[in-house]
C-alpha cells in the first residue's frame, strides 16, 4: 500500500521552468507568488500546455543547476494568464504547491531556441523533507524548546515562533510588525499569541498548535491550525502547512505550506557591536549618542553579542533589533535597487523589486532608503528609456506618498479628492484642511490642498502650500510641477522655470514638466513671433476682408458636419484637413504654433493659438508634407476662416543657444457657409483613411462660449 501511495505522487512528463535563483528567492515574500512575463519559445510553448481550458496551470520550477536526476524543485500552480498574440508574451502568477525530487528529466527541441524540459517527478511528504535537511554541521540543538525561529527577511518579534517547555506563542514585537494589517476590529496583533493545544513529538520533529482570534479574526481567517515539521539538526521548519479556517462557516479554509509559501529559521546571534555602532550611525544617530543608545558594555567588546540562554538571547536582542531589522530593511533596499537597474535581470524580477521597495517606502513604518532607492531607480530606468518600469516606479512613489499612516486620514483623504474630481473645490478644500490639523506632516495633503486652491485661481496660497509639502519631501516631482504652474500664472515666469528644471532632475521624462516648458518656450516665441500677424488679421476683419501673404504649396479645406438641431440647438459642427508642403531646396522647418482667426455670421470675431508640442509636433524636410485633420465645435456659424503656421529653421534652432530663422506660412481663406456637408462616419473617410492624421477634437462652445 506505501508503494502504491508513493506512486501516486509521482507526476510524468512534467514541463520544467527553469532559472538561476530559487524560487523561494525570487518570489514576493509576502504572497509567495512569481510574476512571470515568458518571451523565450521554449516557456511561450510551455505556457501554452499548462494555460486553461486544455491544461491544468501546473507544472515544475527548478533552478538550472537542479534540472537533472536527483535534482529537486517545486510543483507550481500559474493563475491569471494574459496573452499578447499567438506567439506571446505571457504573463501570468504562480504559487508554489509541493516540492518534488526528479526521477528522470528529457529535453524536447524547439522550432527555434532552446529546448524545453519535461521531468518525471516524485512529490515529496513533509516526513520526506524532514528526513532529507541534514546539515553538514550537526551541531544544532535536540529540540525545539529555548529556541526561536525567524521568517525570512524579518526578525525576532517579526512573527517569530518562541518555543518553551511552558508554553510556545508567536511574537509580533518588533516594531516591524506594524507593517501586518490590522485585525478585522480594527486593532493591532498583540505582542504574544499563545499557541493552544500545542503539542511536540520529538521523534517525529512534528509540532502542533493552534492560533485562535476569536472573537474578532484576522484577514477573514478565526483559526490557524499548525503542523510544523522540523530538520533533523532543528536549524529550519521545512515542511508542514497552516490550514487558515474562515470565520464564516460557508467559507474555504486555505492551505499555506512551509518550505513553499513559509520559510522559517532557527534564530542565531552573531552581532557584534561595531556593526551595530555602524548601522546606527548611518541611520543618522550622532556619533556622541551612538555609545549611549547601545550600552556602554555593548560597545566597549568587539566581542559577538552572544547568549547561552533564551532569556539572554531575548534580552540581548531586545537592545540589538531595531539595529538587526535595519540591516535586513538596507540589505532588502541594496538588493532590491540593484535589481532593477540592472538591464541583464528579467523583467518581472525587476518589476518585484520594484513592489519591495514601494511596500518598504510605505507607511506605517516606512523606510527613507527605500524612497531614496525608488528615486535612484526612476533616474536609471529613464535614462535607459524603459517606459513600462518607470511607470510602475511611479505609481510605488505615489503609492507611498498618498498613505498617511493613518485609515482615518487616509480615508478622508479619499474623500476631499473626489470632491476635488467633482469639481466641488470649497467642500474639497475644508476637507483638506482637516486632514492638515490632524496630520500636519502629511505632505500629499499640502500638496492636495494646493490643487483646490489652484482651482480657486488661489494662486500665492497654492505656491505656499506646495513649499509645505516639499519641505516634507523635497523630491515630490508632480508638486514641484504644480508650483511652477501657480508661479506662471502670478507672472514669475523665472521661478516658473526654475521648478519645472527641478521636476525633470528627479524624473527626467515628467510629462506635466516638459510640457510646462516647452508651452511657456512656445508662448514666448508666440508673443514675439506670431501675436503681430494675428493682431493685423483681426484688425482686417473689422474693416472688411484681410490681406493674406500666401507663399509655398499648403491647403486646407474645410467641411460641414451634419448636426440633430433638435439634439443640438445652436450648436455647429465642422472637419477641417490640412497639407503643409515644403518646397525642394529649402531648409527643414520644425513646426512652433499655428494660429486660426474665425468670424462668426453674427461678426464675432476669435482668435486663437496651438503651440505644436509633444506629439503634435513635426518636422517639414525639403520637398515633405505633413497632413493632419481635426474637428471644431462652436456655438455659432461660421463666416469666415484664416489660418497660418509658424516655423522655424531646424539648422540653426536651439544650436549653441540661438534662435532659428521663424518662417509664417499663411493659408487660404475658408467660407464654410459654403463648404459641402457630410456625416460624422465620413470624416474616418476623408481623414486617417486619405492619409491624415487626426489631432482630435476642440469645442470652442463649451471652453470659450464662441
Same mark, same amino acid.
Given at each position: ?10 507526476i ?25 512575463n515568458?518571451?523565450?519559445?521554449r ?6 500546455? $499548462?494555460?486553461?481550458?486544455?491544461g491544468?496551470?501546473k ?20 493563475? +491569471? ?45 513533509d ?16 529540540? =525545539? ?9 524579518? !526578525? ?51 509540532f502542533?498548535?493552534? =492560533? ?8 477573514g ?33 486555505? $492551505? ?16 557584534? /557591536?561595531?556593526?551595530v ?7 543618522g ?28 538571547a ?6 540589538? #533589533? ?31 523589486a ?30 535607459? !528609456? ?16 498618498? @498613505? ?17 474630481? +467633482?469639481?466641488?473645490? @470649497? #467642500? ?6 482637516g ?12 500638496h492636495?490642498r494646493s =490643487? ?5 485661481k ?25 508650483? !511652477? ?12 522655470? #526654475?521648478?519645472?528644471?527641478?521636476a ?13 516648458? +516647452?508651452? /511657456? ?75 486660426y ?9 476669435f ?5 505644436t ?27 469666415? $476662416?484664416?489660418a ?15 534662435a ?22 465620413d ?6 483613411? +486619405? ?16
Amino acid at each position: 500500500m506505501a508503494r502504491l501511495a508513493r506512486r501516486s505522487l509521482r507526476i510524468k512528463d512534467l514541463p520544467i521552468f527553469s532559472l538561476s535563483q530559487s524560487f523561494r528567492d525570487l518570489a514576493d515574500t509576502e504572497l509567495p507568488e512569481l510574476p512571470l512575463n515568458f518571451f523565450e519559445p521554449r516557456y511561450v510553448e510551455l505556457a501554452r500546455r $499548462i494555460a486553461p481550458p486544455k491544461g491544468d496551470g501546473k507544472f515544475g520550477y527548478t533552478q538550472v543547476v537542479q534540472r537533472r536526476k536527483g535534482g529537486r524543485g517545486m510543483l507550481v500552480a500559474a493563475r +491569471d494568464f494574459r496573452w499578447s498574440g499567438s506567439d506571446g508574451p505571457v504573463v501570468f502568477f504562480a504559487r508554489g504547491l509541493r516540492r518534488f525530487r526528479i526521477l528522470s528529466v528529457r529535453s524536447e527541441s524547439m522550432k527555434q531556441g532552446d529546448p524545453l524540459y519535461k521531468a518525471h517527478v516524485q512529490l515529496l511528504s513533509d516526513r520526506d523533507l524532514s528526513r532529507m535537511q541534514v546539515s553538514q554541521d550537526s551541531t544544532g540543538p535536540g529540540t =525545539i524548546f529555548g529556541q526561536v525561529y525567524v521568517q525570512d527577511g524579518g !526578525g525576532l518579534g517579526f512573527a517569530s515562533y518562541h518555543f518553551h517547555q511552558e508554553g510556545s506563542f508567536i511574537s509580533y514585537e518588533s516594531a516591524m510588525s506594524k507593517s501586518f494589517s490590522p485585525l478585522d476590529d480594527g486593532s493591532q496583533p498583540p505582542q504574544r499569541k499563545e499557541f493552544l493545544d500545542a503539542s511536540f513529538d520529538q521523534e517525529k520533529r512534528i509540532f502542533r498548535g493552534t =492560533i485562535d482570534w476569536s472573537p474578532s479574526s484576522w484577514q477573514g481567517d478565526q483559526r490557524w491550525v499548525y503542523q510544523m515539521y522540523f530538520s533533523t539538526d532543528f536549524e529550519q521548519i521545512v515542511g508542514g502547512i497552516v490550514e487558515a479556517i474562515p470565520a464564516d462557516p460557508a467559507g474555504r479554509s486555505k $492551505i499555506i505550506r512551509f518550505g513553499v509559501n513559509l520559510h522559517y529559521s532557527r534564530l542565531q546571534l552573531g552581532l557584534d /557591536a561595531d556593526s551595530v555602532k555602524d548601522v546606527l550611525l548611518q541611520s543618522g544617530v550622532p556619533a556622541s549618542n551612538a555609545e549611549a543608545a547601545l550600552g556602554e558594555a555593548v560597545v566597549a567588546t568587539a566581542e559577538p553579542l552572544a547568549a547561552t540562554t533564551l532569556a539572554e538571547a531575548e534580552e540581548t536582542l531586545q537592545l540589538a #533589533e531595531p539595529v538587526r531589522g535595519h540591516m535586513c530593511q538596507r540589505r532588502t533596499v541594496q538588493r532590491s535597487l540593484k535589481s532593477i537597474i540592472s538591464s541583464s535581470r528579467p523583467y518581472w524580477a525587476r518589476l518585484a523589486a520594484v513592489t519591495r521597495l514601494g511596500r518598504l517606502a510605505t507607511p506605517p513604518v516606512p523606510v527613507m532608503e527605500a524612497e531614496n532607492a525608488l528615486h535612484a531607480a526612476l533616474l536609471a530606468v529613464a535614462e535607459n !528609456g524603459e517606459g513600462e518600469l518607470q511607470g510602475a516606479i511611479e505609481d510605488a512613489l505615489r503609492s507611498c506618498w498618498e @498613505d498617511s499612516g493613518d485609515a482615518k486620514v487616509n480615508a478622508e483623504m479619499a474623500e476631499g479628492v473626489q470632491l476635488l474630481d +467633482d469639481q466641488k473645490v @470649497d #467642500e474639497a478644500l475644508q476637507i483638506f484642511t482637516g486632514v492638515l490639523e490632524k496630520a500636519p506632516g502629511f505632505a500629499e495633503a499640502w500638496h492636495k490642498r494646493s =490643487i483646490a486652491y489652484f482651482a480657486q485661481k488661489n494662486f500665492k496660497e497654492a505656491v505656499e502650500d506646495c513649499r509645505k509639502a516639499l519641505e516634507i519631501r523635497p523630491l515630490h516631482y508632480w508638486c514641484l510641477t504644480g508650483m !511652477g504652474t501657480c508661479h506662471y500664472e502670478l507672472g514669475e515666469k523665472e521661478k516658473a522655470m #526654475e521648478c519645472w528644471k527641478a521636476a525633470l532632475q528627479v524624473c527626467p521624462l515628467m510629462p506635466g514638466a516638459q510640457t510646462k516648458l +516647452d508651452e /511657456a518656450e512656445v508662448n514666448e516665441i508666440i508673443d514675439q513671433h506670431l501675436r503681430p500677424r494675428m493682431d493685423r488679421l483681426i484688425n482686417a476683419f473689422g474693416d472688411g476682408e484681410p490681406q493674406l501673404e500666401l507663399a509655398g504649396s499648403s491647403h486646407w479645406d474645410v467641411h460641414r458636419i451634419r448636426m440633430d438641431q433638435e439634439k443640438f440647438p445652436g450648436v455647429w459642427a465642422y472637419f477641417f484637413r490640412l497639407s503643409l508642403r515644403r518646397p525642394a531646396g529649402c531648409s527643414t522647418l520644425k513646426s512652433r504654433a499655428r494660429f486660426y482667426v474665425l468670424k462668426g455670421s453674427d461678426g464675432k470675431v476669435f482668435p486663437f493659438t496651438r503651440p505644436t508640442i509633444g506629439s503634435a509636433s513635426f518636422s517639414l524636410k525639403p520637398g515633405e508634407e505633413y497632413k493632419f485633420c481635426w474637428c471644431l465645435v462652436v456655438g455659432r456659424e461660421l463666416q469666415r $476662416i484664416v489660418a497660418g503656421q509658424l516655423m522655424e529653421t531646424e539648422d540653426t534652432a536651439g544650436a549653441s543657444g540661438a534662435a532659428g530663422e521663424f518662417h509664417h506660412e499663411e493659408l487660404p481663406m475658408l467660407f464654410p457657409t459654403g463648404a459641402p456637408e457630410i456625416e460624422l462616419s465620413d470624416a474616418e473617410r476623408l481623414g486617417p483613411g +486619405d492619409g491624415y492624421t487626426f489631432t482630435g477634437h476642440l469645442d470652442l462652445w463649451t471652453m470659450a462660449g464662441f
